[in-house]
């Protein structure tokens, strides 16, 4: 019985060593047409809600405090790899975004990072600094800020905008150009334009891009005013 019960073992290895659907599963694996996908998922960012709140201006209200929710996005970078980070956002952003993210990664758009701004290689003075955010070319949405070369609080303050590639789409005003060194190049790689997908997406879904202001152009910028 023992020896029919080995005898038999061996019959079914030698059939499955054979048999073409193996060889056929493989060739298939190795056909998968998004090879990248089975590498595995480099993480950017990972943070707690303790830490991604870490440094927060103490001046922020506490009704937007409670708004912001952590977003764990995916995206392609430079490096042709996938990456994991986080956004914080109003709430009430979270699908769009995820929208946003979605046709990104569809369309193979590299984008640098995305990291809260509460990262200690954003901190000046311990504080989120946005000029440190831009200068490392990342991706961020909430920071309880003035606009940029203004005294009102900027849409960012509330999380109800998002700067992309900040040195690919940079902030153009007269003279200014930030991040420092930055050139609006259509042609480049992660640059925002009129026609691109992500603009599109964005303005269907009813945000505002600074790439179509007339005063400045901010490429980097989308925001969403709430409904009212
Ligand atoms: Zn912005």
Same mark, same amino acid.
């Given at each position: 019985?023992?020896?029919?019960?080995?005898?038999?073992?061996?019959?079914?290895?030698?059939?499955?060593?054979?048999?073409?659907?193996?060889?056929?599963?493989?060739?298939?694996?190795?056909?998968?047409?998004?090879?990248?996908?089975?590498?595995?998922?480099?993480?950017?960012?990972?943070?707690?809600?303790?830490?991604?709140?870490?440094?927060?201006?103490?001046?922020?209200?506490?009704?937007?405090?409670?708004?912001?929710?952590?977003?764990?996005?995916?995206?392609?970078?430079?490096?042709?790899?996938?990456?994991?980070?986080?956004?914080?956002?109003? $709430?009430?952003?979270?699908?769009?975004?995820?929208?946003?993210?979605?046709?990104?990664?569809?369309?193979?758009?590299?984008?640098?990072?995305?990291?809260?701004?509460?990262?200690?290689?954003?901190?000046?003075?311990?504080?989120?600094?946005?000029?440190?955010?831009?200068?490392?070319?990342?991706?961020?949405?909430?920071?309880?800020?003035?606009?940029? $070369?203004?005294?009102?609080?900027?849409?960012?303050?509330? $999380?109800?905008?998002?700067?992309?590639?900040?040195?690919?789409?940079?902030?153009?005003?007269?003279?200014?150009?930030?991040?420092?060194?930055?050139?609006?190049?259509?042609?480049?790689? $992660?640059?925002?334009?009129?026609?691109?997908?992500?603009?599109?997406?964005?303005?269907?879904?009813?945000?505002?891009?600074?790439?179509?202001?007339?005063?400045?152009?901010?490429?980097?910028?989308?925001?969403?005013?709430?409904?009212?």
């Amino acid at each position: 019985m023992i020896k029919f019960v080995r005898s038999g073992c061996l019959l079914l290895l030698l059939f499955l060593a054979v048999m073409p659907g193996i060889s056929i599963s493989k060739a298939a694996y190795a056909e998968t047409p998004s090879p990248w996908i089975s590498e595995s998922l480099i993480i950017d960012s990972n943070m707690t809600e303790k830490e991604a709140f870490d440094g927060l201006d103490p001046k922020c209200p506490e009704e937007i405090r409670k708004q912001q929710r952590i977003v764990t996005v995916k995206y392609y970078s430079s490096d042709k790899k996938i990456h994991q980070g986080q956004l914080l956002i109003d $709430g009430e952003l979270e699908n769009d975004i995820r929208t946003v993210f979605e046709v990104a990664l569809k369309e193979r758009f590299p984008i640098c990072s995305v990291i809260p701004i509460s990262d200690k290689r954003f901190r000046k003075d311990d504080r989120w600094s946005d000029d440190l955010s831009m200068e490392a070319n990342n991706t961020s949405a909430f920071n309880y800020r003035l606009s940029t $070369g203004s005294t009102q609080l900027s849409k960012h303050a509330y $999380g109800r905008a998002i700067d992309i590639n900040p040195f690919q789409n940079p902030y153009i005003k007269e003279r200014i150009i930030l991040p420092q060194g930055a050139k609006y190049d259509p042609t480049a790689e $992660g640059t925002m334009t009129a026609d691109h997908p992500i603009v599109r997406t964005f303005l269907r879904l009813g945000w505002e891009w600074g790439g179509n202001w007339t005063t400045l152009k901010d490429y980097q910028h989308f925001e969403k005013s709430p409904k009212n």
